[in-house]
C-alpha cells in the first residue's frame, strides 16, 4: 500500500533552517508530484509548492519563493522540503503529499492529491 | 487565487443524522474540488474526487456534490467513526487552496 512516512517533530530558533524528509513506498516514487502542505495552530492548510520527483522540477508558492527549497533522492525514494529563516509565524504541521497525476505525462495538479504523510511539527521559538 | 469558504467550522451529530458540509469556491473551478477526512494525529485520507466520486474502499454513506462553485460533502446516517476534521481542496488552479475545515463531532 501507499505510504508517506515523514521525519520527526522538530524545534528550531528564529532565523534557522528545518529540513522535513518525506520516505515513500507502494508506488514508483519517480512516477508522480509531491506536493509540500502545511497548517498552523488554528488555521487552515497553505500550500507550500510541489516537486517532479522524476525530473527535479520545481514550482513553489509565491508567498514561500527564497525561503523554500524541494529536492527529492530517487536512490531512496524520499522527498525533502527545506525551509529557511524561520520565524514564530512558521510554527506549523508540515504535510507531504503525493499528486494523482503521472509526472511522465501530465501536469501537476492534473488529478488531486490522493496520499498525505502523517505530519512533522515544526515548533519555531527562541 | 482561488479562495474556498467551507462551513460550518463545528458540528454536533447524533449516530443516524444527515450531515452536510459546505464549500464554496470564489470562482468557477469546474469539478476540481475533492474532499479529505483527517482524525487526530493521523494522515488525512482521500474520501471524495472530482466533486462528485467516492474513492474506492470509502463507505457509501459519504457522497458529493456540486459543480463551479459551490459543493457539498454529505455524510448519510452518521457513524461514531465519522468523527473527524473535514476539509476541501481545489486543484483547478495554483496555488493549490483549502477550506479552512469542519469539525464533526458525533454526541
Known amino acids: 500500500q501507499v505510504q508517506l512516512v515523514q521525519s520527526g517533530a522538530e524545534v528550531k530558533k528564529p532565523g534557522a533552517s528545518v529540513k522535513v524528509s518525506c520516505k515513500t513506498s507502494?508506488?514508483?516514487?519517480?512516477?508522480?508530484?509531491i506536493h509540500w502542505v502545511r497548517q498552523a495552530p488554528g488555521q487552515g492548510l497553505e500550500w507550500l509548492g510541489w516537486i517532479n520527483s522524476n525530473s527535479g522540477g520545481i514550482k513553489y508558492a509565491q508567498k514561500f519563493q527564497g525561503r523554500v527549497t524541494m529536492t527529492r533522492d530517487t536512490s531512496i525514494s524520499t522527498a525533502y522540503m527545506e525551509l529557511s529563516r524561520l520565524r514564530s509565524d512558521d510554527t506549523a504541521v508540515y504535510y507531504c503529499a503525493k499528486d494523482g497525476s503521472d509526472a511522465s505525462i501530465a501536469a501537476a495538479g492534473t488529478l488531486p492529491i490522493d496520499y498525505w504523510g502523517q505530519g512533522t511539527l515544526v515548533t519555531v521559538s527562541s | 487565487e482561488t479562495t474556498l469558504t467551507q462551513s460550518p467550522a463545528f458540528m454536533s451529530a447524533t449516530p443516524g443524522d444527515k450531515v452536510n458540509i459546505s464549500c464554496k469556491a470564489s470562482?468557477?473551478?469546474?469539478?476540481?474540488m475533492n474532499w479529505y477526512q483527517q482524525k487526530p494525529g493521523e494522515a488525512p485520507i482521500f474520501i471524495i474526487q472530482e466533486a462528485t466520486t467516492l474513492v474506492p474502499g470509502i463507505p457509501p454513506r459519504f457522497s458529493g456534490s456540486g459543480y463551479g462553485t459551490d459543493f457539498t460533502l454529505t455524510i448519510n446516517n452518521i457513524e461514531s467513526e465519522d468523527a473527524a476534521y473535514y476539509f476541501c481542496?481545489?486543484?483547478?488552479?495554483?496555488?493549490?487552496?483549502f477550506g479552512q475545515g469542519t469539525k464533526v463531532e458525533i454526541k
Open positions: 470562482q468557477d473551478i469546474d469539478d476540481d
Open positions: 481542496l481545489q486543484h483547478d488552479n495554483f496555488p493549490l487552496t
Open positions: 507502494g508506488y514508483t516514487f519517480t512516477g508522480y508530484y
